[in-house]
């Protein structure tokens, strides 16, 4: 298994930016497909963003197109997660999560590693 860990969390303002990293080891980075999912309080882990292999393609939930960006630099071992115009909605912890192939999922049960999760929390 491949080890992850998030960082770049914090406390945000509605309309705000956090960008969040995920830094792997363990295993060769480009053979995963790599996602970002979250869990608010009370509510079931949803996917938000995931990455193929060689980031030549992307695929976001609904809730966030067009404000979060994920990217991945495989000379550095890390995924990104670039957060634009947060919403209170969007707070949440938010797992980095690896699959162990090439083409990018959805679905929670399709990732084999996951990281320890970051706090993010947007204030109205």
């Known amino acids: 298994q491949v080890q992850l860990v998030e960082s770049g969390g914090g406390l945000v303002q509605a309309g705000g930016s956090l960008r969040l990293s995920c830094a792997a080891s363990g295993r060769t980075f480009s053979d995963y497909a790599m996602g970002w999912f979250r869990q608010a309080p009370g509510m079931e882990r949803e996917f938000v963003a995931a990455?193929?292999?060689?980031?030549?393609?992307?695929y976001y939930a609904d809730s966030v197109k067009g404000r979060f960006t994920i990217s991945r630099d495989n000379a550095k071992n890390t995924v990104y997660l670039q957060m634009n115009s947060l919403k209170p909605g969007d707070t949440a912890v938010y797992y980095c999560?690896?699959?162990?192939?090439?083409?990018?999922?959805?679905?929670?049960?399709?990732?084999?590693?996951w990281g320890q999760g970051t706090q993010v929390t947007v204030s109205s």
């Open positions: 999560a690896a699959r162990n192939f090439p083409i990018e999922g959805s679905a929670w049960y399709e990732y084999d590693s």
């Open positions: 990455i193929n292999w060689n980031g030549g393609s992307t």
